[in-house]
Antibody
Framework: QVQLVQSGAEVKKPGASVKVSCKVSGYTLTELSMHWVRQAPGKGLEWMGGFDPEDGETIYAQKFQGRVTMTEDTSTDTAYMELSSLRSEDTAVYYC?????????????WGQGTLVTVSS | DIQMTQSPSSLSASVGDRVTITCRASQGISNYLAWYQQKPGKVPKLLIYAASTLQSGVPSRFSGSGSGTDFTLTISSLQPEDVATYYCQKYNSAPFTFGPGTKVDIK
């Protein structure tokens, strides 16, 4: 059974960066395809990007290209999502989620979510 | 990119009613579709994948169907614990877009 535990809530000022972590247990990170999904208050789910183990590349939604970086530390089985140049519209709950499959699949395990608030 | 739409955006039904939610893809995605349930304040939960395969542990009153561009999620007998927002998601290829959601509550 995969368990994903995310870092705690963050408050950031506009223009700053935030780095959210997602610690894996039950499996090793190398066995998983980790993705990130966010949800603004009262809004729907938005896929941000994730790792494709088949070609070893991280793929990002076009909307976040140039502003988001997803990395993995396999020594600690921890995935990270860093979002830069924050604006108020980035206020959201950020989830890590594992994809069942390599290059494509559904999201079967989810972290508990990390609330990021962007406010001056 | 393929766009996902859902209808209705919200619905209110009585306990025991049959509820149907529709999801439509702007291009064919075969059966590469998943459904998620998100209860208020909770993490999304996978209900169905491959358009019609029930995730382990999900009650059998939930079912999915469809292929290509048109999909449905059916709750055969609505229960109070089914109050939630339901999202479809395409996963044939990136971007792995979600539908806008359908909010279900009890009349």
């Amino acid at each position: 059974q995969v368990q994903l535990v995310q870092s705690g809530a963050e408050v950031k000022k506009p223009g700053a960066s935030v780095k959210v972590s997602c610690k894996v247990s039950g499996y090793t990170l190398t066995e998983l395809s980790m993705h990130w999904v966010r949800q603004a208050p009262g809004k729907g789910l938005e896929w941000m990007g994730g790792f494709d183990p088949e070609d070893g590349e991280t793929i990002y939604a076009q909307k976040f290209q140039g502003r988001v970086t997803m990395t993995e530390d396999t020594s600690t089985d921890t995935a990270y999502m860093e979002l830069s140049s924050l604006r108020s519209e980035d206020t959201a709950v950020y989830y890590c989620a594992t994809m069942n499959g390599y290059s494509s699949g559904w999201f079967d395990y989810w972290g508990q979510g990390t609330l990021v608030t962007v406010s001056s | 990119d393929i766009q996902m739409t859902q209808s209705p955006s919200s619905l209110s039904a009585s306990v025991g009613d049959r509820v149907t939610i529709t999801c439509r893809a702007s291009q064919g995605i075969s059966n590469y579709l998943a459904w998620y349930q998100q209860k208020p304040g909770k993490v999304p939960k996978l209900l169905i994948y491959a358009a019609s395969t029930l995730q382990s542990g999900v009650p059998s009153r939930f079912s999915g169907s469809g292929s290509g561009t048109d999909f449905t999620l059916t709750i055969s007998s609505l229960q109070p614990e089914d109050v939630a927002t339901y999202y479809c998601q395409k996963y044939n290829s990136a971007p792995f877009t979600f539908g806008p959601g359908t909010k279900v509550d009890i009349k």
